[in-house]
């Protein structure tokens, strides 16, 4: 198993929008192996190619025993809400309550080019949307609004301080 270094906020591949995948070849494939063995180290419920630092669109996922991967994906449908805490391996020690669809339908694609699909509900519906955001550039504190989005980048600011005695 290969344990990639996880990229962290202020790396600017968290905030570019990744490129589609084009090639289906065996570099693609490794991508995914990584993706989806990092993915199930414990404290994930996903892992989006950026953050380990390749700008291709594809996430790996493992939420109440759901495991797998999507290349190119593309949220399709949503419906409901779902409140409660959210954190990102890119953010470490930041969490915070933030709203999402209750269900998630996602399409894209698997290492072959071949289409999938994945339907998701409550932290799977979550974890979809989140992975999907970091294709995209957008981290989970970007839909933080109001004082709690203060509170967040206060948190974050303070963190960034050196400690001095």
């Known amino acids: 198993m290969t344990i990639r270094e996880l990229r962290l906020l ?3 591949v968290l905030r570019t929008e990744c490129d589609p995948v084009t090639r289906f070849d065996d570099a693609l494939g490794r991508v995914v192996d990584d993706l989806l063995e990092n993915v199930l180290l414990p404290g994930r419920a996903g892992l989006a190619a950026p953050q380990i630092g390749v700008s291709l669109a594809a996430f790996s996922y493992n939420v109440d025993g759901q495991f797998g991967y999507v290349i190119n994906p593309v949220v399709t449908e949503t419906s409901g809400e779902y409140d409660g805490p959210e954190g990102c391996l890119s953010i470490p ?6 709203l999402r669809a209750a269900r998630t339908v996602v399409t894209g ?3 072959h080019g071949d289409p999938v699909t994945v339907v998701g509900e409550g932290e799977l519906s ?6 999907t955001d970091h294709l995209r550039g957008i981290l989970f504190i970007d839909r ?9 980048l206060a948190q974050l600011r303070r963190a960034a301080r050196p400690v001095t005695g």
């Open 126 to 131: 979550r974890a979809l949307q989140h992975e």
């Open 93 to 98: 020690g930041i969490t915070a309550d933030t």
């Open 109 to 111: 694609v698997d290492r």
């Open 144 to 152: 933080l609004t109001g004082e709690l989005r203060r509170e967040v």
């Open 10 to 12: 202020g790396d600017p």
